[in-house]
């Protein structure tokens, strides 16, 4: 056998080590998902807990343009109006996710151009044919692709403050069955959707809502267990954004849509401190 000189022999180990390391140093981190200590009112407004939840900055086109899962403007788009004076000034928004003992927390604030809940073919499972924000979870986290299978569970709220039967839905799947589609049971979700907030725009919005984790992650797959520190989830957001057109605008954030296998891996964390700001 012919043996590589020392030097060529060191040169490849170390491309290798270093290979390696940048590998594994570009598998994502997963989203931590603090606990809460202490319930929230679920009124439409998140700051007695926003600065304790997950949240990872303001989201927009732009941003979703620059991430690693866009798709050419395929799904991830917005709606032409003629009458914006920059893409900004339609959609952008913050998400945030926390959990505790019981429940599972998630909020959104919004800024929006048009309130849009009208859909012509009507439907209560086309939530992505309006206004609406869906978090899609599967729990426990596995290494198979699946698409809304034992596990997967969109949490789907349309902005909608009438807050219609079909207002907060959920798509998931079960042992043996895809795709299930039914309201959230109103025993396992509490909700609030606050419009104009900041006296800005009547299409900004705040969302807010609570949802009982045995009653749907505990029904989606035997493996589940209530929540606790190191729980290893999946997450992706889907903001539905349709201002008058047809299946409209999109962001998809954190995943590319129903595959869950493009989710984004999470992990639930014990609590987290505000951000600290130093004095001058």
Avoid at 159 to 179: C, L, S, V
């Amino acid at each position: 056998m012919r043996r590589l000189p020392f030097l060529a022999f060191t040169a490849l180990a170390t491309g290798l080590v270093l290979w390696g390391a940048q590998s594994a140093s570009q598998a994502p981190s997963p989203l931590p998902l603090p606990r809460l200590l202490k319930p929230p009112v679920i009124d439409g407004d998140l700051r007695e807990w926003r600065e304790h939840a997950w949240h990872d900055g303001v989201w927009d086109l732009a941003r979703v343009r620059a991430a690693p899962w866009y798709d050419g403007g395929r799904i991830n788009r917005l709606t032409d109006h003629g009458s914006e004076p920059a893409a900004d000034e339609d959609l952008s928004a913050r998400y945030y996710a926390a959990w505790d003992d019981r429940y599972l927390y998630l909020g959104a604030e919004v800024r929006d151009n048009v309130n849009d809940t009208t859909d012509p073919q009507h439907a209560p499972k086309r939530w992505y044919y309006k206004d609406a924000i869906a978090w899609f979870i599967e729990a426990p986290r596995d290494d198979v692709a699946e698409k809304f299978a034992e596990g997967d569970h969109a949490f789907c709220f349309v902005i909608d403050p009438t807050k219609p039967d079909y207002g907060a839905w959920w798509r998931h799947g079960a042992p043996g069955q895809t795709y299930l589609e039914e309201p959230l049971p109103k025993a396992a979700v509490t909700y609030a959707i606050k419009m104009n907030p900041w006296g800005r725009s009547a299409g900004d919005f705040i969302l807010e809502a609570r949802i009982d984790l045995a009653a749907t992650l505990g029904r989606g797959n035997p493996a589940w267990t209530p929540p606790k520190v190191g729980n290893r989830y999946s997450l992706c957001i889907v903001h539905t954004d349709p201002d008058g057109g047809d299946y409209g605008g999109h962001l998809i954030i954190h995943g590319t849509g129903d595959d869950d296998s493009t989710w984004a891996p999470a992990v639930l964390t014990g609590p987290q401190a505000p951000i600290e700001r130093k004095a001058k």
